[in-house]
């Protein structure tokens, strides 16, 4: 049974350039949720997407967004890139409301942004 | 309001031994406390869970222990191994719909020496 999966493993962009990152969710799950962790941080939520729509937002500016596709992939778009947007970009899915693991995440390996 | 503090940030621990991470928080909200290991290029996966209607959970090497006047919990790793060297975060959130979003703290870094 494949997990969560990313892509690109590792992406290195100029400031100013504007990325892509992509996520498969695990079998069964159907939310997805995109957090940025800072090298020797603990990962911090952007937002969270369910049946197509962007249903949590954290505290990231609108450079920030994403979409939800009906096979319930998802992506990550950052705009206008800054130097300081260098982070590992998790992708973690989770079941549906309301099922029998409703509170279990699981991340997939991240993709490694390097902005320079 | 939305806090996890963690500590500590590093520790090492001779094998055999006995690891101890701890973590409060302040949203009187939360009520879904995970803990989470990460390895260098992993994500991070988890470890065990509590919810605050219980003081303590048990899972293997594993416990959480939960003090829900204090808003603190910790996690206790017995019988410490060297394939137990990650960086492990605490975590934090609501379950009103089921899936809220993790607040997380900023982790510890576990070494076990032999």
């Known amino acids: 049974d494949a997990g969560v999966t990313q892509s690109p493993t590792h992406l290195i962009k100029t400031r100013g350039q504007q990325v892509t990152l992509r996520c498969s969710p695990k079998s069964g799950h159907d939310t997805v949720s995109w957090y940025q962790q800072a090298l020797g941080q603990g990962p911090q939520f952007i937002f969270q997407?369910?049946?197509?729509?962007?249903?949590q937002r954290g505290n990231f500016p609108d450079r920030f967004s994403g979409h939800q596709f009906p096979n319930y992939s998802s992506e990550l778009n950052v705009n206008a890139l800054l130097l300081g947007d260098s982070a590992l970009y998790l992708c973690a899915s989770s079941p549906p409301p309301g099922s029998s693991s409703s509170y279990g995440y699981t991340f997939g390996s991240g993709t490694r942004l390097t902005v320079v | 309001q939305q806090q996890v503090k963690q500590s500590p940030q590093s520790l090492i621990v001779q094998k055999g031994g006995i690891s101890i991470i701890n973590c409060a928080y302040e949203?009187?909200?939360?009520?879904?406390f995970p803990w989470y290991q990460q390895f260098p290029g992993k994500g991070p996966a988890l470890l065990i869970a509590i919810r605050p209607d219980v003081s303590e959970k048990k899972e293997g090497r594993f416990t959480i222990s939960f003090n829900k006047s204090a808003k603190q919990f910790s996690l206790h790793i017995m019988d410490s191994q060297p394939g137990d060297s990650a960086t492990y975060f605490c975590a934090a959130s609501g379950v009103s719909f089921g899936n809220e979003k993790l607040t997380f703290g900023t982790g510890t870094r576990l070494t076990i020496i032999p």
């Open positions: 997407y369910y049946e197509e729509e962007e249903r």
């Open positions: 949203n009187t909200a939360f009520d879904y």
